[in-house]
């Protein structure tokens, strides 16, 4: 019934992922179930009051990946193609992500079918608080801890907060993550995923001997993740030469001015229109030559059609599952493009998630560079672990990410043993 459930070509392609690292490690049958599926899948009906009075019926889904090495820990969404294969399959990849990262944390994932672009702010807060209602008894610090995600953001976070505070009669800052600096949130969290993603390509630009100060890059999406990818490559010295939101795409040989385009962002809501660049056809501005391509949209991005025409050094996975398996395994038989797998490029958001978590346990605050200057040398750890291990067993990247990942699940399931 639950393999039914979670019919959807993500987490076709998540299980598919999974499948070649349990092969690779050789894991048995019993332990490979068990690390396999979702220990809970959660659907529930969010009705709420539209401004013009109409009552509508919304569905949320919320996937527990495992409990096994702490609460679970992913974001919510607020998108139209919201379902819970989706989610089931951003909840098993964070499972990897936080064990690869060493993170006392299992994977989780939330969403609620919606547009927010066509919601006032007065409806998605009543969402956002009923269901949050709908989740009470299976959350809580220690069970599951959401953050941010696609159409969410720290008032989100803020609105779940006082509505889980208000029900246990006292402020519980860590229930969440991703909250407003005023509500006990973290400085460096915002920018996390994006700096992230950054500084990996830089150290993966060290490794193949490529000068950063003549680097190129081209990023896909602009919006939190992709912004800040921007911003951190252009601050390094990289020249950005495309980038690309849901309205469009821009091409500057001579590289677009980041700071400028955020500014033309905030004002009009979207990349297209902007001055200081030309158009290019979406699909076109993945395929043209650069150092550093950072797909940091939705998933499924990079197809196998696109895999062939690329012409990067290095792929960057700032976005969830962005290349497909079919895409992978042209990618492997080329051999010319070093792969950041997203479970490592994009771990920076969890990882100062994290930090925020314990620092609402501590009841104190660290400055931004503290934050910023332990990310990095939490990144730089997994991203030496990874690719050492790739280099001792002759596998790719994204398959050393993964084994080390699924087999850290695997030894502490082991270790606890099945509850008769």
Request: charged share 20%; proline share 5%; hydrophobic share 40%.
């Amino acid at each position: 019934m639950q393999k039914e459930l979670l019919a959807n070509p993500v987490f076709a392609m998540a299980a598919e992922q999974f499948d070649l690292v349990a092969d690779f490690l050789q894991l048995p049958d019993d332990l490979r179930e068990r690390c396999k599926w979702p220990k809970r899948l959660i659907s529930v009906a969010v009705p709420i009051k539209l401004d013009n009075g109409v009552t509508q019926v919304f569905y949320g889904h919320r996937v527990q990946h495992h409990l096994t090495r702490g609460p679970v820990k992913g974001g919510l969404r607020f998108h139209p193609s919201v379902d819970l294969g989706e989610v089931a399959a951003l909840a098993m990849w964070m499972n990897w992500k936080c064990a690869l990262m060493d993170l006392p944390y299992g994977g989780g994932k939330g969403g609620i079918a919606c547009d927010p672009r066509q919601m006032s702010r007065g409806e998605l807060e009543r969402l956002t608080r009923r269901f949050t209602m709908e989740m009470l008894p299976f959350i809580s610090p220690e069970i599951d801890v959401m953050a941010p995600d696609m159409g969410t953001n720290e008032q989100t976070m803020a609105w779940m907060t006082d509505t889980y505070s208000a029900r246990t009669g006292y402020l519980v800052p860590s229930i969440v993550t991703g909250k407003p600096i005023g509500m006990q949130g973290s400085a460096g969290r915002t920018l996390a995923t994006g700096h992230g993603v950054a500084f990996l390509s830089t150290n993966a630009l060290y490794k193949l001997g490529i000068s950063i100060g003549s680097a190129t890059a081209i990023v896909q999406g602009f919006g939190n993740v992709g912004s800040h990818t921007a911003k951190t490559l252009a601050a390094y010295g990289v020249k950005v030469t495309g980038i690309s939101d849901a309205s469009g795409a821009l091409w500057n040989s001579c590289g677009i001015d980041v700071d400028a385009l955020r500014v033309y962002v905030a004002e009009h809501g979207v990349v297209s229109g902007f001055p200081g660049a030309d158009v290019i056809d979406p699909q076109e501005m993945l395929c043209q030559p650069c150092d550093v391509l950072a797909p940091a949209a939705m998933e499924r991005a990079i197809t196998k059609d696109i895999a062939a025409l690329l012409q990067c050094r290095i792929l960057a996975e700032g976005a969830n599952g962005p290349t497909t398996p079919e895409a992978d395994r042209i990618i492997d038989e080329r051999g010319d493009i070093f792969v950041i797998p997203d479970i490592l490029c994009n771990a920076g958001g969890v990882t100062v998630s994290y930090f925020e978590w314990v620092q609402n346990f501590q009841r104190f605050q660290w400055s931004e560079n503290e934050v910023i200057s332990k990310l990095e040398t939490m990144l730089q750890k997994a991203f030496e672990k990874v690719t050492s291990f790739a280099d001792r067993h002759k596998v790719s990247q994204r398959m050393a990410a993964q084994s080390i990942a699924v087999k850290t699940v695997a030894d502490a399931k082991s270790l606890r043993g099945l509850f008769p």
